[in-house]
């Protein structure tokens, strides 16, 4: 149980155009979702918190009109890059919580998307 | 200031021996938890263990808590080569247990 999923596992694109990441709750119900980037080697870094039908809220330093997310079910938060560089090719993954089972303070990762921006 | 700070930041042994890793953390904390990454994955939980908690075991692994020096221990016993992966802690920055902030991770390298 608590399966997260994200779509696509990787994509490469080129530069200026937008990428749209996908993270479901395959068989829970999520009213918070997270997503994170993380740099090869390097610890993940949380973007912003998705809460199911309201506006996200963002960490200090990350671009809401860049990383566009949207929460619009209680399973599937999507994360889109607009106007992608070079220097957002990164590792992006989601979280969710199940706050029914299991401890409400763990969180559920899906496995990641690879970006990659040429 | 940054929570949740491991070391080692890498480590490799020989299947059998036991792997030590160490996180330490800036503020006060509701529980603290342990993630492993596979390379090039997502994070699979391993274990809470809140502060009112001093050790806690599952399986292979065990944690500590010490909440006055504000550290916690990761101990995996009788490593094997698919043990091998990055190990990282959290601690929330609120009493909701979101926002996580993750620790830089440890590397384990479980040689065969």
């Known amino acids: 149980g608590a399966v997260v999923s994200q779509h696509p596992s990787w994509v490469i694109c080129k530069s200026g155009t937008s990428v749209k990441i996908e993270c479901r709750s395959l068989?829970?119900?999520?009213?918070?979702m997270f997503w994170y980037r993380q740099f090869p080697k390097q610890s993940l870094m949380l973007m912003a918190t998705?809460?199911?039908?309201?506006?996200?809220?963002?960490e200090q330093g990350v671009e809401k009109d860049k990383f566009l997310i949207n929460h619009a079910s209680l399973t599937l938060s999507t994360l889109t890059v607009t106007s992608a560089h070079p220097e957002d090719s990164s590792f992006y993954i989601c979280?969710?919580?199940?706050?029914?089972?299991?401890?409400?303070?763990?969180?559920?990762f899906g496995p990641g998307t690879r970006l990659l921006v040429l | 200031s940054q929570q949740g700070e491991e070391d080692p930041q890498a480590l490799s042994i020989q299947e059998g021996e036991n792997a030590t890793m160490n996180c330490s953390y800036k503020?006060?904390?509701?529980?603290l938890q342990w993630y492993r990454q596979n390379s090039g994955r997502g994070l699979v939980h391993l274990i809470l263990?809140?502060?009112?908690?001093r050790e806690k075991h599952s399986g292979r692994l065990r944690v500590t808590l010490d909440t006055s020096k504000k550290s916690s221990s990761l101990l995996i016993t009788a490593s094997r080569a698919a043990d091998t992966a990055s190990y990282f802690c959290?601690?929330?920055?609120?009493?909701?247990?979101?926002?996580?902030?993750f620790g830089p991770g440890t590397r384990l390298s479980v040689l065969p």
């Open positions: 979280s969710a919580r199940d706050i029914l089972r299991g401890a409400p303070e763990t969180q559920y």
């Open positions: 068989d829970f119900q999520a009213t918070t």
């Open positions: 998705s809460n199911e039908g309201s506006k996200a809220t963002y």
């Open positions: 503020t006060s904390i509701n529980n």
């Open positions: 263990i809140r502060s009112n908690e």
């Open positions: 959290a601690t929330a920055r609120d009493n909701y247990g979101q926002n996580f902030v």
